[in-house]
């Protein structure tokens, strides 16, 4: 994987890192690929470019237009489209976004369905996985 797509856990104080660490340790014993998400020291942070946010979300516009997201600030900032992005990538377990939708503030249930197809449905290699 190129440097600047892996994914990487940046700690700020050593119970972060041995919290990181431990809970790698603990989701190791369940996969049979090595995690390789990299645990370091936090550092100075560059923001990606506005179409790297969010990047699996705004594939789905409906879903972005639902939150009410108008701006790449809004996009960035909003943990409801943190949460989705991931879920629509297959990321997450389909019971874990039915417990959370109410949370988002989207009142549309075809796009409820529409999510629950996509994490059920296997979009990307780790669906239904956590």
């Given at each position: 994987?190129?440097?600047?797509?892996?994914?990487?856990?940046?700690?700020?104080?050593?119970?972060?890192?041995?919290l990181?660490?431990?809970?790698?340790?603990?989701?190791?014993?369940?996969?049979?690929?090595?995690?390789?998400?990299?645990?370091?020291?936090?550092?100075?942070?560059?923001?990606?470019?506005?179409?790297?946010?969010?990047?699996?979300?705004?594939?789905?516009?409906?879903?972005?237009?639902?939150?009410?997201?108008?701006?790449?600030?809004?996009?960035?900032?909003?943990?409801?489209?943190?949460?989705?992005?991931?879920?629509?990538?297959?990321?997450?377990?389909?019971?874990?976004?039915?417990?959370?939708?109410?949370?988002?503030?989207?009142?549309?249930?075809?796009?409820?369905?529409?999510?629950?197809?996509?994490?059920k449905?296997?979009?990307?290699?780790?669906?239904?996985?956590?």
């Amino acid at each position: 994987m190129s440097r600047q797509y892996r994914s990487a856990i940046h700690y700020h104080n050593e119970e972060q890192q041995r919290l990181a660490l431990e809970t790698r340790d603990e989701h190791q014993k369940k996969e049979k690929k090595k995690i390789t998400t990299v645990i370091a020291p936090a550092m100075v942070f560059y923001e990606a470019e506005d179409y790297h946010q969010k990047y699996l979300l705004q594939k789905h516009h409906a879903l972005v237009s639902a939150l009410g997201i108008k701006t790449n600030v809004q996009l960035i900032a909003s943990k409801p489209a943190a949460r989705l992005n991931g879920y629509v990538g297959g990321y997450g377990l389909a019971e874990d976004m039915e417990r959370e939708w109410d949370e988002f503030g989207i009142k549309n249930d075809d796009l409820r369905h529409k999510v629950l197809r996509l994490c059920k449905t296997g979009t990307s290699a780790t669906c239904g996985r956590r």
